[in-house]
């Protein structure tokens, strides 16, 4: 068997199991580990090799692969295990320090680094119309000799040498989507018991958001440029007066407005400052320490 068609896979909880069937079905010789063993079994009937220990399954191949529940977990599953010559890809979710700590971890035990983000849940690994992809950072030599292994189940975004990078990247827009799932929990609750359902109302908001998403690049043109006044087209104190009337309106349908005033008061102390003509690209600088 070619030494570049083997993998170890550290972790088979719902995302490790959906990698290990898409390397399988690609014909790479996968090894596998888990601490709770049972989760491996239905991967052996379709060719994956099952090792007793995590130290074992690293000693398998040349590329290894850690998708664990967090660091503490990878440091834990390879204290055993050399990794002299060993390349580790870790694509556990994390923070950018823990993965420049990981990285010179790992370098120091002999082992080369790369470290990933996950964009995707489970049932789009393996399909490549999902949009799907991953976030790596790290050594760029380690990546460009396994690229063509790791865009098997996902496509691959390298986004520079700095180990952190790839968590940065995942960390920065699991936030925004955090913040988007609080504002489409704050709608459905505004139009809640009214005669309006559920259903009937998603691609309502679906359009909505959906149209709004070119605010993305309105204020990146903003922030780079230094003028936060560049294209505005509702400025801060409209959007300030404005909300008045969302606060006004969960109020009288009973819904807390705690989802909306964090970043609303932000918006005030912005316009306080003396900013009544920019968007809200402002408040990223009252966000920085």
Not at 56 to 79: F, I, K
Not at 181 to 197: D, E, K
Request: negative net charge; proline residues 4%.
């Amino acid at each position: 068997m070619n030494p570049d068609n083997k993998i170890t896979l550290l972790g088979l909880g719902a995302m490790g199991t959906a990698l290990a069937r898409t390397w399988l079905a690609a014909g790479y010789e996968l090894t596998v580990w888990n601490r709770t063993a049972s989760r491996a079994e239905p991967l052996v009937a379709q060719g994956a090799k099952v090792a007793a220990s995590a130290a074992e399954a690293v000693a398998a191949s040349p590329l290894v692969v850690v998708c664990l529940l967090d660091d503490a977990s990878v440091e834990q599953a390879l204290a055993d295990a050399d990794l002299t010559g060993k390349d580790v890809v870790n694509i556990t979710t994390g923070t950018p320090g823990q993965a420049r700590e990981r990285a010179k971890w790992a370098t120091a035990r002999g082992a080369r680094y790369l470290d990933g983000g996950i964009m995707a849940v489970p049932p789009m690994i393996g399909v490549p119309e999902s949009g799907a992809y991953v976030f790596y950072s790290g050594s760029d030599v380690l990546f460009e000799e396994h690229r063509d292994a790791l865009a098997v189940p996902a496509g691959t975004r390298y986004v520079g040498e700095d180990p952190g990078s790839a968590a940065l990247h995942d960390v920065a827009l699991l936030s925004a989507m955090t913040a988007m799932f609080g504002g489409v929990s704050h709608a459905f609750a505004l139009m809640r018991g009214t005669s309006v359902t559920p259903k009937e109302f998603a691609p309502l908001l679906v359009e909505w958001l959906t149209a709004m998403s070119g605010y993305v690049h309105g204020v990146a043109a903003q922030l780079e440029s230094g003028d936060y006044t560049l294209g505005v087209t509702s400025n801060l104190a409209m959007m300030v007066q404005g909300n008045a009337t969302l606060l006004r309106t969960a109020e009288e349908q009973g819904v807390s407005a705690e989802l909306l005033t964090p970043f609303m008061a932000l918006m005030e102390r912005r316009l306080a400052d003396g900013h009544p003509d920019e968007g809200t690209a402002g408040v990223t600088d009252l966000l920085k320490r």
